[in-house]
């Protein structure tokens, strides 16, 4: 039977590659997007099964309007990808609160509040969170926010999976360095430096952090829960 899929901020980067995978698995799959209607629409129109979605994860009442819409299509969802995600990297010095607040707002909070509204319609499946090696142990200068929410990830993932047992596994996938839009700005002998740190000396493709992220999905993965896989090319 066709699960029913809802990936956050799947428009582009790792989010559009992790729908791809369902999709070519015949998974009904919700390609939300935020401001990026263009390029939702565009990658639901080679899917039959695709829907795109908008729904900004920032905004409380907008993540009930998805789930409610979820729920009057399809009755139930089977698996939460929350992986909208932002980076706003600067000195902590430069950093003003509202920076700080706006990448906690997206990254972690949307991640909660579809977590908590979401379950509402799940009668068991699974969720991951899309966390970073910079919410376990990397120290990468600048990204205190990003790395504050990405371990807050973590915890909500431990304490989702005690709360959702033994229905609903919960587990999060911490990637080191992707190559996708959020990495384009990098100085190219910056990322040579931090290539030099992995031990494949590349940053991953979408599509090999997005076929971990399927498997956890997958009943391979039934006794996975309340964990955190890191997909890091060997980081040191
Ligand atoms: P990306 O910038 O290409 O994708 C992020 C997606 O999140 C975009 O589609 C964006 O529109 C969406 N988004 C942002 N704010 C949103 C909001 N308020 N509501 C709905 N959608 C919103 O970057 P990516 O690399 O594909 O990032 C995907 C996830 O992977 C993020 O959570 C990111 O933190 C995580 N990650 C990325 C890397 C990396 O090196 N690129 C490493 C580890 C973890």
């Given amino acids: 039977m066709n699960r029913v899929v809802l990936v956050t901020g799947a428009s582009r980067g ?15 799959v919700y390609v939300n997007y935020n401001h990026s209607k263009m390029e939702a629409e565009n990658l639901c129109k080679n899917y039959e099964l695709a829907i795109p979605l908008k729904c ?61 509204y979401g379950k509402k319609i799940m009668d068991k499946g699974c969720i991951i969170n899309i966390s970073s090696t910079n919410g376990i142990d990397t120290y990468y200068p600048y990204s205190l926010d990003y790395d504050a929410s990405k371990a807050g990830l973590i915890s909500l993932t431990h304490n989702l999976a005690v709360e959702y047992a033994p229905r609903i596994r919960v587990n999060a996938v911490a990637p080191g360095w992707i190559n996708t839009s959020m990495n384009k700005e990098l100085d190219g002998e910056f990322k040579k430096e931090e290539c030099d740190k992995i031990l494949l000396n590349r940053f991953a493709e979408p599509n090999e952090i997005a076929k971990v992220v399927f498997f956890l999905c997958s009943d391979d993965a039934s006794y996975i829960n309340g964990t955190v896989i890191r997909v890091d090319g060997g980081l040191k």
Avoid: Y
């Fill in 14 to 28: 790792l989010g559009a590659s992790i729908a791809k995978l369902f999709l070519e698995n015949k998974d009904i």
């Fill in 56 to 116: 900004d994860v920032t905004r409380e009442e907008e993540i009930k309007e998805m789930i409610a819409k979820i729920k009057e299509e399809q009755g139930h969802l089977d698996i939460i990808i929350n992986n909208a995600g932002i980076a706003k990297d600067s000195l902590v010095e430069d950093k003003t609160k509202e920076t700080f607040m706006s990448v906690l707002k997206t990254n972690l909070v949307g991640s909660f509040l579809v977590c908590k």
